[in-house]
């Protein structure tokens, strides 16, 4: 079985930071391409970012530019700086991987969600 645990989440002022993070643990044998979604009340769950085992990033429009994700495949885990906030962003976000068991099976694993509040 492999988890999905986020952390970073809060309550800011828009204008703000906020650097949200997630690690991956259990069975895994490897890690495909990790992401962030996000879902407002009333809203579908959109993708907000997305990198590659290689590296290579791909961002939802409404965040270029003020959004930065990361990923440490050493550890596991991949990092959302989200700066400039505006009250828009304010959603839960759930860490997403396409993760392959060490019984090679790959499949996606979703975290539980963290809030991301931006508000005056």
């Known amino acids: 079985q492999v988890q999905l645990v986020e952390s970073g989440g809060g309550l800011v002022q828009p204008g703000e930071s906020l650097r949200l993070s997630c690690v991956a643990s259990g069975s895994i044998f490897s890690i495909n391409a990790m992401g962030w979604y996000r879902q407002a009340p009333g809203k579908q769950r959109e993708l907000v970012a997305a990198?590659?085992?290689?590296?290579?990033?791909n961002y939802a429009d409404s965040v270029k530019g003020r959004f930065t994700i990361s990923r440490d495949n050493a550890k596991n885990t991949v990092d959302l700086q989200a700066n400039s906030l505006k009250p828009e962003d304010t959603a839960v976000y759930y860490c997403?991987?396409?993760?392959?068991?060490?019984?090679?099976?790959?499949?996606?694993?979703w975290g539980q969600g963290t809030q991301v509040t931006v508000s005056s």
């Open positions: 990198i590659s085992s290689g590296g290579r990033t």
């Open positions: 997403n991987a396409r993760v392959t068991s060490r019984s090679m099976i790959s499949r996606d694993y």
